[in-house]
């Protein structure tokens, strides 16, 4: 139950634009609609395509779909907060927002943590990939990974909930976790504690079979044949730029909320801030979609289809 003695949040990082907001609301909607576009119809392409239900596209399948969730809990809500002249959110909207936004980081680093192990029995174990990454076993991971990261963070939504609050201002452009606990009152070493464990959880425990999976595929393709090196690189490349990029983005967000980074342009703080929720469903679907032979053929076979079906309705 949230703190009865506090029905809203007052969101302190807008400013008055004036009529630019309506620039600022047709770029951000734009954004939105190029998301939910390219995530979308790569996750119809791979469902419809039978050549690409094999684990490797389906895991891609569970990145798409989390792309989707983390940007709708982010996009809809800015879209009212541009046109908005006040800036509030209320007490239950602003938990859903934080618990939607951080079970996204989460799925996204576990997905990515699973995508690797992937990566590392097809380029290392060739022959036994088919036993042991089977249909079922990826269904089965990628309940897991939902799962787990919903129930990690109810852990965190329920210590938070429980706070006496003596402040309502989150110094943001949304419902940020930490800026909420830093307003309060009562004791938060508990909440504190926890916060750094759920990071340990959220980003270092799957570090953790990533690092060992490319220790094992660096291994190989320095070992191996130039045949071997160019599978690697082909596929581990969207994966990599994948991480790298996300990490960046959560590392600065959880520097942003811990430290004082009022020595930071304020403009560049805003970018930042939402870099992690903006880039990556934009990057994932480009990455992956030109870079994997398979879905660029997928992608091409379709709009050729497209094509002579509608010239052939002209006809």
């Known amino acids: 139950m949230v703190n009865s003695t506090l029905t809203y949040f007052i969101l302190g990082a807008y400013i008055h634009v004036g009529g630019v907001k309506y620039v600022y609301f047709m ?20 469902c419809m395509n039978r050549s690409l239900h094999e684990p ?13 969730y983390g940007s709708t809990a982010l996009f809809p809500f800015l879209l009212v907060q541009i046109l908005s002249d006040i800036h509030t959110v209320s007490a239950p909207l602003c938990f859903l927002q934080i618990f939607c936004i951080y079970t996204y980081a989460s799925i996204q680093f576990s997905n ?17 990939y088919n036993t042991r990454m089977t249909s079922n076993k990826v269904v089965i ?14 852990i965190t939504l329920s ?16 419902c940020h976790n ?31 079979p990533i690092f060992f999976s490319y220790m094992k595929i660096l291994n190989i393709c320095f070992s191996g ?5 160019q599978k690697a690189v082909s596929t581990c490349t969207p994966h990599l730029v994948s991480l790298l990029n996300f990490s960046f983005g959560c590392c600065f967000e959880i520097l942003q909320s811990r430290f004082d980074m009022s020595g930071v342009p304020n403009m560049l703080r805003i970018i930042l801030s939402l870099y992690f929720v903006i880039i990556q469903p934009l990057l994932n679907p480009v990455m992956y979609g030109l870079q994997m032979s398979k879905i660029r053929n997928a ?15 002209i006809m």
């Open 27 to 46: 770029l951000t909607a734009m954004l939105y609609i190029t998301i939910v576009i390219a995530n979308t119809s790569l996750i119809v392409i791979i």
């Open 56 to 68: 490797m596209y389906l895991f891609l399948c569970s990145l798409f779909v989390n792309e989707l």
């Open 112 to 128: 990515l943590a699973v995508m690797s192990y992937d990566r590392y029995l097809a380029i290392c174990c060739p022959l036994q």
């Open 141 to 154: 991971f990628i309940i897991v990974i939902w799962l787990y990261s919903f129930v990690k963070f109810l």
């Open 159 to 174: 210590l938070n909930i429980r706070l006496t609050l003596c402040g309502n201002v989150i110094n943001s452009l949304y």
């Open 178 to 208: 930490y800026l909420v606990v830093k307003l309060a009152c009562s004791d938060i070493r508990v909440n504190n504690i926890y916060g750094l464990f759920g990071v340990v959880l959220t980003i270092l425990v799957p570090l953790l």
């Open 225 to 229: 044949c130039k045949q071997t090196q």
């Open 299 to 313: 992608c091409r076979h379709l709009f050729c289809y497209k094509m002579l079906a509608d010239h052939g309705d």
